[in-house]
């Protein structure tokens, strides 16, 4: 006889799930809420709410920590090797309250996030990420299934997921620019043959950016033009200047890329948190 051992895994997901503004994570019964999914402090906002939300039937314990990633030429995160002297700063600038709590089945939890900043302090951003981590209040062993012959042929995994939302701390005067430096059609990651536009941008400037993407097709003459694509929530991290994404492209039932010669693509980042739709860069290619 094979015997299967039960076990639980602790995951760290930033890529979770972004729904109107809450990052969802969803694992067996495990399920946890976390609202905003994005917190910018500075001289004038020193605090802010985080609601942690459980939608569990059963009680869940949970542990806040910080994290520090590192954002690629692709957008992709990964942790972060060495801290950074600014990441450093960060930890000791922002404190979180409680550290540790214990939610009511479907219960919810403030956690208080307060930035105090030390005198003398350059200019610019600090950032970090807050992980909401669930621990298991149970821990003994799941049920095995039992298979035909009373043979054990199925293991219950119990998966947490974390979830990680980026905290920026903006000190006295922060400001950034951004440029789109190119667009070629290409395929999204993982999708070959499917439309897409990849698009580079370029950030320059003190505190990062973050927007939405739009890709808007317009024919001679046709001044409003169609949208062909958009990517909400788009972040270009400091210290990272440069950025490659793909957007995929919706293009009409039997319409090629083709057939789109002769028009012109109008690139959009606009801001997605402070003016919202301000057009923080723009740029036209001719087909």
Avoid: C
């Avoid at 990849?198 to 001044?223: C, E, L, M, Q, W």
């Amino acid at each position: 006889m094979i015997r299967s051992h039960p076990f639980r895994l602790v995951l760290s997901a930033f890529f979770v799930s972004i729904v109107l503004g809450a990052a969802v994570a969803h694992a067996g019964s495990v399920s946890l809420v976390v609202t905003p999914t994005r917190v910018v402090l500075d001289d004038r906002h020193r605090s802010q709410d985080i609601q942690v939300i459980s939608l569990s039937n059963e009680r869940l314990s949970y542990e806040v920590d910080t994290e520090h990633y590192m954002q690629a030429g692709d957008g992709t995160l990964s942790p972060a090797r060495q801290k950074t002297k600014r990441q450093e700063l960060a930890e000791k600038m922002i404190r979180f309250s409680p550290r540790r709590a214990t939610l009511a089945p479907k219960g919810t939890q403030v956690v208080r996030l307060v930035y105090r900043a030390p005198q003398g302090l350059p200019d610019g951003e600090y950032r970090l990420h807050m992980s909401v981590q669930p621990t298991p209040l149970d821990s003994s062993a799941a049920a095995l299934g039992t298979g035909e012959g009373g043979s054990d042929q199925a293991a219950i995994l119990d998966i947490y997921v974390g979830i990680s939302i980026p905290v920026f701390v903006r000190v006295g005067e922060s400001s950034a620019k951004v440029a789109v430096t190119g667009a070629t059609f290409a395929s999204p990651k993982g999708k070959p043959g499917a439309p897409g536009l990849k698009v580079g941008f370029k950030r320059s400037g003190n505190r990062s950016t973050f927007g939405d993407v739009s890709v808007i097709y317009k024919r001679p003459g046709d001044a409003k033009g169609r949208l062909l694509g958009r990517l909400p929530g788009i972040p270009i991290y400091y210290p990272n200047e440069n950025l490659e994404i793909v957007v995929p492209l919706d293009l009409k039932s039997g319409e090629a890329l083709k057939s789109l010669a002769g028009g012109s693509i109008e690139v959009l980042y606009q801001d997605a948190e402070g003016d919202q739709g301000e057009v923080l860069a723009s740029s036209t290619f001719n087909l």
